[in-house]
């Protein structure tokens, strides 16, 4: 199974200092999370796409590129990129030229964002939304998949005789991943390609998430691509730890209380109690995302959100530190434990990435000198 992180790329207010760090240190903190993420163990690290403050990843692909040179194993991915308001030509070239330049450690995820305003700045009509999100990807699905593409649709001016540069590294594109809260159309678009499902929880009850997911497992059997229960699933989740679980809650409240997002609304302990928000120790975490799987089933990946309502940089990788050494570890053992033969234990990797990675997990050779 695949365990990550995602970030929004927040620029807030640390609410127990009264400090609020630059773009300049917010976007380099962006990168020395997601080395982070690679140092501890984790697989995957997403970063969102935002074109508003206070929020910084408006070029995921830089950003993406950067940590690429910076990194050697982990996964790199999108959280999400706006498929409505991209020219799905920009998606196939930016997109294609990231997955080179990491050796094939790219996949990301499609989706509409939440952030309104960002249609008319872009040209485009939210009225259109959700056309815009099916037109968009199944020329995307097409550019990658064919050298020589004529198409002709609603939203953008006709191609005719195009080819998409650079082609998909070894000819296979980039695994993509389809994120929703809402949209049932997004759960039946996903399905009808045979793509992944993300669902985004963090801010809705389990029993929606149900609902979604179950939508999605059996499309994607109607549609032929496999059982249902080899569907391929995703999560979000927030966490914040201590040792303890007051001095979690304690530490953790001011930032709760003050977060963009969700500051000034619902209590911290009701928020917990309908999202998978959990504020406490390791082993609390360790039982509340394990309670994720009977809801959904078994599935493919677990994104953390961590950096986010104004949480210092140093608090933030002490947070990695115990994802990664003691979270995350038992995991992995619960859930393999658990997942039946024939279900998939993470999302599909390019070959590249596949080979290497059951090259670094093979016993060394025995020779006489060992």
Known sequence: ?????????????????????????????????????????????????HHNPPFVPSSPTTTLGYIAARTERIILSTS??????NDPVKIAEDYATLQHLADGRVDLMMGRGNTGPVYPWFGK????????????????????REDVVDWEGTFRSPLQSFTATPRPLDGVPPFVWHG???????????????????????????????KMVRLYRQRYAHYGHGTA??????????????????????????????????????????????????????????ERTLSFRDAVGDYQRQLFL????GLPLKTVLEQLDILGEEVVPMLRKEFAALRPAGVPDSA???????????????????????
């Open 80 to 85: 999400t990129t706006l498929i409505t308001t």
């Open 1 to 49: 199974m695949q365990f990550g992180i995602f970030t929004v790329g927040d620029v807030t207010t640390d609410p127990t200092t009264g400090r609020t760090p630059s773009e300049h240190e917010r976007i380099k903190a962006t990168v020395a999370i997601a080395r982070k993420a690679e140092e501890v163990g984790l697989d995957v690290f997403a970063t969102g796409e």
């Open 180 to 210: 929703s809260i809402r949209s049932p159309e997004i759960a039946e678009q996903a399905a009808y390609y045979g793509d992944g499902f993300f669902h985004n929880n963090i801010f809705w009850p389990i029993e929606h998430t149900k």
């Open 306 to 309: 961590m950096d986010h309502a």
């Open 348 to 370: 599909p990797l390019h070959p590249a990435v596949a080979t290497a990675h059951a090259t670094a997990a093979a016993p060394a050779p025995v020779t006489k000198e060992s």
């Open 125 to 144: 009509d939210i009225r259109q939304g959700m056309p815009l999100a099916v037109e968009n990807y199944a020329l995307l699905h097409k550019l990658w």
């Open 229 to 286: 229960e080899q569907a391929i699933v995703g999560l979000g989740g927030q966490v914040f730890m201590a040792k303890n679980s007051q001095d979690a809650v304690r530490e953790f409240r001011p930032y709760f209380d003050n977060a963009p997002v969700y500051g000034h609304g619902p209590s911290m302990e009701e928020f917990t109690r309908q999202t998978p928000l959990t504020v406490g120790s390791p082993q609390e975490v360790i």
